[in-house]
């Protein structure tokens, strides 16, 4: 990768960021403003891109759990959403191409495949929109991960059919062998430490044990990091095994989205069918509202799940590079694809960071489509007259729980977005709900101008605590909020918005490990402490 991409790269990047749009925006346009400059991508930022997606897959892995993906809305859901696209994209791009003669040799087939590489949706967007947001542990977010899996396996179950590269005969055997040995796994994520020593293994074992195996096995490079991730994430280091992967796959991810301005030149055709394409994307958008409502979604559940997954796909691109290259498709459509999927993103970036605030005016006509019957995840919340209210019960919250408890016996109630954590505190004797903070709908259930008088927000990244800010703010909550922040400027941020107090983590834990140390010392040695005390006075 030579100087004058990353150069553009990161200058695009800082722009689509000074105007509050994820950077990845400023990375597409990077794409096609390196294209229209006569530069290609290579084989190494080829390498980067797909090292990038390798990672992210095994990140989502790390996160996923398997029984999500059994739930009915899920597994269902995503095979009826492909199937209703299938049914109404196929005729239509096949009689586009028939009216106005484009697209020679256009028959039902092809058009049935073009279909199919349209009904995926992009996991790289979708997971970057739900980070940067903070609701990957959302309901909504949980349903869309649960989706964009669901896809990729369909997608992975098309390249490797298609191919005619059956999976080789020690396979199964390979699967076993890593089912077995968990076990050895785990022990060696313990063993590695942390710092740089975490960050290898988890390279390791995405790279070499995930997707090195897979591919000697005829099985996809990416399946294999993906499964991988998923059986290292009920390990207790599996939080902190993300997490120092994150920066380096954010990274390489980098080199993805300049790819997709890279596939080709452009020409009128492909220009004019990625239009229609944008024209059409509404229809997958409303296809998930409708699919994941009839499962007793709720309206926003729904919406806001279904606005992450309204792009096309990188999976898409990768379907349609295999038809060109077979020769079932011409080259357009594949430049074609990745304009849509470049325009998709661009049009649906803006709108999933105002998604609570698009969806605020129209929730009573979205609620007529809600179906009879509740979500498990969706019951009614019910309180027992708690006035206290902790969202985001990690280390800090639980921390704030047990001393507002000690104080206020059974007046502290403590919320938390991932069920598995919830259950937990239930197990370990805490009153802990499942709850999202950035739901609107949450807030008006629960009734919080009547049964709350604080409010701490505590919730790991900083965006969910001021999207939960702001939505206390348009309910008129007219309580105290206090919220955590991991530097100055989120501090500030939060400040900013309105709430009563915002406290830097780090320095209130600073200031509270001192006040213990001197607690210490002056048990220990009183009349040194006594000394101290009198020469501050």
């Not at 390791?204 to 990416?222: I, R, T, Y």
């Not at 280091?237 to 993805?256: N, R």
């Not at 900083?462 to 007219?478: D, G, I, K, P, Y």
């Not at 607690?519 to 501050?536: G, M, N």
Request: proline residues 3%; contains cysteine.
């Amino acid at each position: 990768m030579d100087a004058l991409l990353l150069a553009i790269a990161f200058c695009f990047g800082l722009i689509a960021q000074q105007f509050r749009l994820p950077p990845l925006v400023g990375f597409l346009i990077s794409g096609f403003v390196l294209q229209a400059l006569g530069k290609t991508g290579g084989p190494v930022l080829n390498d980067i891109a797909n090292l990038g997606v390798t990672l992210m897959l095994f990140s989502i892995g790390v996160k996923l759990r398997l029984r999500t993906l059994a739930r009915p809305e899920i597994w269902a859901g995503t095979s009826l959403h492909t199937g209703s696209i299938l049914l109404v994209f196929t005729p239509v791009v096949l009689g586009v191409a028939t009216l106005f003669g484009t697209a020679a040799g256009m028959d039902w087939k092809t058009a049935l495949l073009l279909a199919f590489a349209m009904s995926f949706s992009s996991t790289v967007f979708a997971v970057k929109s739900l980070d940067e947001s903070g609701d990957m542990g959302a309901m909504h977010g949980r349903v869309a991960i649960g989706m964009l899996i669901m896809q990729d396996i369909l997608a992975v179950l098309f390249l490797t059919f298609s191919t005619g590269k059956v999976p080789k005969l020690w396979a199964i055997p390979l699967l076993l062998v890593l089912l077995l040995g968990r076990r050895w796994i785990a022990a060696l994520i313990g063993r590695s430490g942390h710092g740089e020593m975490i960050a290898l293994c988890g390279l390791f074992l995405a790279l070499v044990v995930g997707a090195e195996s897979f591919e000697v096995v005829g099985l996809k490079a990416d399946l294999g990091a993906l499964f991988v991730g998923i059986l290292v994430g009920t390990h207790p280091k599996a939080k902190e095994l993300s997490k120092s992967l994150m920066g380096l796959t954010d990274l390489l991810l980098v080199g993805f989205f300049l790819q997709i301005g890279l596939q080709g030149s452009l020409s009128l055709d492909a220009v004019l069918w990625s239009l229609l394409l944008i024209v059409m994307l509404p229809l997958k958008g409303i296809a998930f509202f409708i699919i994941l409502t009839r499962f007793h979604l709720r309206a926003r559940t729904a919406w806001m799940a279904g606005l992450n997954l309204s792009t096309y796909s990188e999976f898409g691109l990768i379907v349609l590079a295999l038809a060109v290259g077979k020769g079932w498709l011409a080259n357009e459509w594949l430049i074609a694809m990745a304009l849509s999927l470049s325009l998709s993103i661009l049009i649906l970036a803006p709108l999933s960071r105002k998604a609570e605030e698009l969806y605020d005016p129209i929730c009573d006509f979205l609620k007529r489509f809600e179906t009879k019957g509740q979500h498990p995840d969706d019951l009614p919340i019910q309180t027992k007259g708690e006035r206290i209210g902790i969202f985001g019960m990690g280390r800090v919250g639980v921390a704030a729980y047990r001393n507002l408890q000690s104080r206020f016996p059974g007046q502290v109630i403590g919320f938390d977005r991932d069920p598995a954590a919830v259950e937990q505190h239930r197990n370990d004797g805490r009153n802990v709900m499942l709850a999202d903070a950035t739901d609107s709908d949450f807030w008006e259930r629960v009734r919080v101008k009547d049964n709350l008088d604080l409010v701490i927000l505590a919730m790991p990244k900083h965006t969910a605590n001021v999207h939960a800010a702001q939505t206390l703010r348009r309910h008129e909550f007219e309580g105290v909020v206090a919220a955590t922040g991991k530097f100055d400027d989120e501090v500030k941020e939060l400040r900013l918005i309105g709430l009563d107090t915002a406290f830097n983590l780090y320095s209130e834990a600073g200031a509270g490990f001192a006040d213990h140390v001197f607690h210490v010392f002056a048990q220990q040695r009183p009349d040194l402490a006594c000394t101290w005390r009198a020469r501050e006075e």
